[in-house]
């Protein structure tokens, strides 16, 4: 399985756009990534805070031929972003539930998932937060960047790539072909 990939400089939301291009076009697997994000969105209607030179990015794939359930998928995908993260950070990470991954107690990253149907067709999309370079100020949350803890500048379409490849990986095995 191998996304195709939709790169823009500049769009309101990843979600939104890949919930456009499903709506809009034939693709049943594909990854939206742009270098801003002028809505992003978060848990639980949230803003999600977005700095240029982060990692913004949303996967889309159909879920009738994939055979894991849901509630597999959210963690697996969770598991997926933080086994790419470790490649620069060799310490702990945590997983906060529903979706975030922490280090020292900061949040790096944060995963929104929706679940949209178009036609009888559902579909999971996977939208992906990472502080590469830089942290937000959020009031009362502590946050922290990849380049923060590693001090190691770090190649974000690399990086991307990395995330896209894990994904494409972990997908093939539970995509059920007729």
């Given at each position: 399985?191998k996304?195709?990939?939709?790169?823009?400089?500049?769009?309101?939301s990843?979600?939104?756009t890949?919930i456009?291009?499903?709506?809009?076009?034939?693709?049943n697997?594909?990854i939206?990534?742009?270098d801003?994000q002028?809505?992003g969105?978060?848990?639980?209607?949230?803003?999600?805070i977005?700095?240029?030179?982060?990692?913004?990015?949303?996967f889309f794939?159909k879920?009738?031929?994939?055979?894991?359930?849901l509630?597999?998928?959210?963690?697996k995908?969770?598991?997926?972003?933080?086994?790419?993260?470790a490649k620069y950070?060799?310490k702990?990470?945590?997983?906060?539930?529903?979706?975030?991954?922490?280090i020292?107690?900061?949040?790096?990253?944060?995963?929104?998932?929706?679940?949209?149907?178009?036609?009888d067709?559902?579909?999971?999309?996977?939208?992906?937060?990472?502080n590469?370079?830089k942290k937000?100020k959020?009031?009362?949350?502590?946050?922290?960047?990849?380049?923060?803890?590693?001090k190691?500048?770090?190649?974000?379409?690399?990086?991307?790539?990395?995330?896209?490849?894990t994904?494409?990986?972990?997908l093939?095995?539970y995509y059920?072909t007729?």
């Amino acid at each position: 399985m191998k996304f195709k990939i939709f790169r823009y400089s500049r769009v309101k939301s990843t979600n939104q756009t890949a919930i456009r291009i499903i709506k809009n076009s034939n693709s049943n697997f594909g990854i939206v990534i742009s270098d801003l994000q002028t809505n992003g969105k978060g848990q639980y209607g949230r803003k999600w805070i977005s700095i240029k030179g982060n990692v913004f990015l949303s996967f889309f794939y159909k879920l009738e031929k994939i055979t894991l359930p849901l509630n597999i998928l959210t963690k697996k995908n969770c598991f997926l972003v933080k086994k790419v993260i470790a490649k620069y950070y060799k310490k702990k990470i945590i997983f906060k539930s529903p979706n975030d991954l922490l280090i020292n107690k900061k949040k790096i990253c944060g995963i929104l998932q929706e679940k949209i149907e178009k036609y009888d067709n559902k579909f999971l999309v996977v939208g992906i937060g990472i502080n590469l370079i830089k942290k937000p100020k959020i009031l009362n949350y502590a946050t922290t960047s990849l380049y923060e803890i590693t001090k190691q500048k770090i190649n974000k379409k690399l990086f991307e790539n990395q995330l896209k490849i894990t994904f494409e990986k972990f997908l093939s095995k539970y995509y059920k072909t007729n």
